[in-house]
Structure formats: structure tokens, C-alpha cells
């Protein structure tokens, strides 16, 4: 992670003017909200999943893993299908006060990483998977793998020369494909983890609703840091101004992506 934004901004600085990246760093921020989404069931089905494993009940825990799964998914799909007529009818790119990416492409930036950031959703789930089994460095390094795999992809429109849309389209092919590989590497390590509906309850999903409702706090405190910032900056001073807050903020965070890094070891 540290690498990737350390290497991010130069190359958009070079191959972008810099109001096309501080609106784009603005759209950006608009798809990481749908990060709610999961309603905080992936943290709570990590725990769970965890404890059921350990204390030799498999079909409990795969009981919350497919209950999850399709909450997660049913959610997800909704909102995906709310996007379209939002973005169709309001003038987003307006009301974020976006002036160097066109109006219409504005609305595809954010469908495009809106439905991104949905499928990634079900990533934290699938990462539960090998968290339950004693693996979870092994999920990490695939994640993490695929994460700069999804990266390097998305790096080279910017670099040959294409525009935020394509940009944006190409992210989010790239971890959509992520999200197949991700289930595919579950599905062969963790043979008894099935993608299915016959051990889904409804009742699974009302006992973790309080403990996954207390989760949202981390994603919402998170998204108003992060991107509330970012937006607050952009409809005050302006794009450029966005992208040098950004570029500051991102190297001054080197430390904390330190920290982090110890943390996940």
C-alpha cells in the first residue's frame, strides 16, 4: 500500500494536468462510502467464523459465511442497481463542483468504481475464509498480491496516455477478475468453504446484526477522515488544490502505513 500510493502520485502529476487528478482524487471519493455496504458482516463474520472453526464446528461456521455472503451480495446488488438511476438523474459532477472531467464522465468514474468498491465487499468475507482455517497470512499476501496486480493494470492507461474514464474502467475490470481469483484460490485451499445457499439462514444474520452494526463505526469514521476531507477541500478551494493536499497528506501517512504493516504482521 505505501508503495503504491508513493508511486501513484508522481505518475499522475507527470501524465495528468493537475486539476484532471485533483477532480479525479474528488470522484474517488464518492465510491468509498458504498464501503458501508457490507453493513459491518465481513468483521463480524471474520470473529465468528474464527471461534466456530476453532471450537470443530465447520458447518456453523460455513452457516455464517454463506448467510453473509448473501446479505453482502443482496445488498450490494441493490445499491448497484440504485446507482444507475442516481447517477442518470442528479448533475453530479455539479454538485461535486467537478470542472476538468466532463459532466458524463464524471457519472461513469463513479459507476465505475462504485460497483468496484461493492464487489470489494465480498474480498473481506473471502479473506474471513482464510482468517477461520489459522491462514490469514496466506489470504493477506493473495490479497495483497492481486491488490498490486489490480494496481499495475490500472497504472498503464494513465501512462499510455488515457483519460480519467478509461482509468476507472480498467480499475475496476481488474478487481472484479480479483475478486473471481480470490474465490477460485478459497475454493480449492479451504475445500469445505462453499459458495452456495444451503446452509444460509436468515436467522444467522439477526444474531450478528448488533455486533456488525457496532463495526460500521470503524468504515464511517474512516470515510469522513479520508475522503470527507477531501471533498470539503475540493468544494472550497478548487481541484488543484485537492490534488496538493493529497499528494502532502499521502507522504505524510508513510509513517502510519509503517505502523499498519507491523500491525497486520
Excluded at 459491518?40 to 453473509?68: K, W
Excluded at 445488498?75 to 461535486?96: N, Q
Aim: contains cysteine; charged residues 10%; glycine residues 8%.
Amino acid at each position: 500500500n505505501t508503495a503504491m500510493q508513493l508511486i501513484q502520485v508522481p505518475l499522475f502529476f507527470h501524465f495528468w494536468d493537475t486539476a484532471v487528478y485533483g477532480d479525479w482524487l474528488i470522484v474517488n471519493a464518492i465510491p468509498a462510502y458504498l464501503a458501508f455496504s457490507n453493513i459491518g458482516f465481513g468483521n463480524v463474520a471474520s470473529n465468528e467464523m474464527t471461534m466456530l472453526n476453532s471450537a470443530g464446528d465447520r458447518d456453523g461456521a460455513l452457516r455464517v459465511f454463506q448467510s453473509c455472503w448473501w446479505l453482502i451480495a443482496l445488498i450490494c446488488g441493490v445499491i448497484g442497481l440504485l446507482l444507475v438511476p442516481v447517477l442518470y438523474f442528479f448533475p453530479v459532477a455539479k454538485l461535486l463542483n467537478i470542472h476538468a472531467i466532463s459532466a458524463s464522465d464524471t457519472k461513469w468514474i463513479i459507476f465505475y468504481l462504485g460497483i468496484s468498491v461493492l464487489l470489494g465487499q465480498l474480498e473481506q468475507l473471502i479473506s474471513a475464509a482464510y482468517t477461520c482455517v489459522a491462514r490469514y497470512p496466506c489470504g493477506s499476501f493473495v490479497k495483497s498480491v492481486l491488490s498490486l496486480s489490480a494496481f499495475i493494470v490500472t497504472m498503464a492507461p494513465v501512462v499510455f496516455g488515457y483519460g480519467p474514464r478509461t482509468t476507472a474502467l480498467v480499475f475496476a475490470i481488474a478487481n472484479a477478475a480479483g475478486t473471481v481469483i480470490f474465490s477460485l484460490f478459497v475454493r480449492k485451499d479451504i475445500p469445505w468453504i462453499r459458495f452456495g445457499w444451503r446452509y444460509a439462514r436468515i436467522s444467522e444474520i439477526r444474531r450478528l446484526a448488533p455486533p456488525a452494526f457496532a463495526f460500521m463505526g470503524f468504515p464511517i469514521g474512516n470515510a469522513f477522515n479520508l475522503q470527507g476531507t477531501l471533498m470539503a477541500v475540493g468544494y472550497a478551494l478548487g481541484p488543484v488544490a485537492v490534488a496538493i493536499f493529497a499528494s502532502a497528506r499521502t507522504v505524510s501517512r508513510v509513517a502510519l502505513q509503517m505502523v499498519q504493516m507491523i500491525n497486520n504482521t
